[in-house]
């Protein structure tokens, strides 16, 4: 089917009717209309594959076989962020565009072409916007679409967290917030959160003592209590209270240890109130530059910090293109294979190795977590949660 073109005025037309039909149908429909409307601009298929929890591999949403994300044409766009046209001696052009709402990866659109020039490239580029946004809305009410970004069974406590997470990835021009948990399945009591505003990255991390559905219940609370106080406009140090109280209510006997911490986009300014857990790392240049060490206080919750004392606030300048790395204590203190500890040492030499190349955050985070699973063949003993920040100001990123 040769590509045919389409009168300005009749593609926006079109682009108005699947716009209005992609969000108010069941998803059952959802697939048909990608069809039907690929048809209409001259697209031969469309290949919509999402990817996994852990980011191995990438699931066509009509069904089929998954492609692997570390050795496929398709995982190289997702990775990379960028196009790859795939040639084929038999058939048509396979043009893989990357599937991202915002920052958030969320995978890839294959699309089949007779030929691929400047006018096709723009509608195949508009196509995947809307399917980005369609399928964000879609996770919302479809199963059908999260069964395809799972591949075992998740525990009750993990469903629980999940449930609340924010997207995978935030960002802007100016900075850009990631995050990965595992065990994928079973977390108990670990989460994060991020978030930005026009001035402000704003991030968690969280990790509730324990690791069963009470963790998660103490997790999911403190993370209402920070999300309700960031929205009314609070300090760090009043956020952090919030949380206190709300646990002290609600969960007496529970506490979580975590970092509360917001980076200026302007000045690259990052401040933080450290509860009782591991230090943040400043990565500057692909290499750890130092551990963000400071004065530690009670985890939140604690009855001690339910005095009148405020919590303490710390700053760090950070030049362009650093990267703060926030880590609860399942990464460092898990055995390896062999029975030692994994350690901070082996921690900050798998970092080295993720961001030696230059990957894009999210990219170098899907690395870091892999490499650390890997030498441990695959199995945590507690949960593992890293939340990695970027500046990068006048949008240089």
Known sequence: MAVESVPAGDGEQLLQEFLTAVHTAPPSRFLALVDRYAAR???????VHLV????RQLTPLAGGEPLLVDESLAGWAYRTLALRVEESPAGPLIAWLPLVNGADRLGVVGVHVDALDGAVLRRCRTLVAVLSMAITSQRGISDHVVRKTRTDTMTLPAELVRSLLPPRTVGSDRAVSTGVLEPAYGL????????????????VILDAMGHNLASGLTTSIAMAGCRSARRMGAALPE???TVDAVLAEWLPEQYCTGIAARLDLTSGVLTWCNCGHPPPLLIRDHQVHKALERPSEPPMGMPATLADAPRTVHREALEPGDRVLLYTDGVTEARTAGGGRFGLAGFTDSIIRATAVGELASEALRQLIHVILESRHGGLSDDATILLLEWQPLGRR
């Not at 601009?41 to 290949?47: F, K, Q, S």
């Not at 996994?52 to 980011?55: A, C, I, P, S, T």
């Not at 108990?188 to 991030?203: I, K, M, P, Q, V």
Request: hydrophobic fraction near 40%; charged fraction near 25%; proline fraction near 0%.
């Open 41 to 47: 601009i001259g697209l031969r298929r469309v290949d």
């Open 239 to 241: 956020l952090v209270k």
């Open 188 to 203: 108990g009591g670990d989460a994060f959160d991020h978030a930005l505003t026009e001035s402000t990255l704003h991030a």
């Open 52 to 55: 996994d929890l852990q980011q």
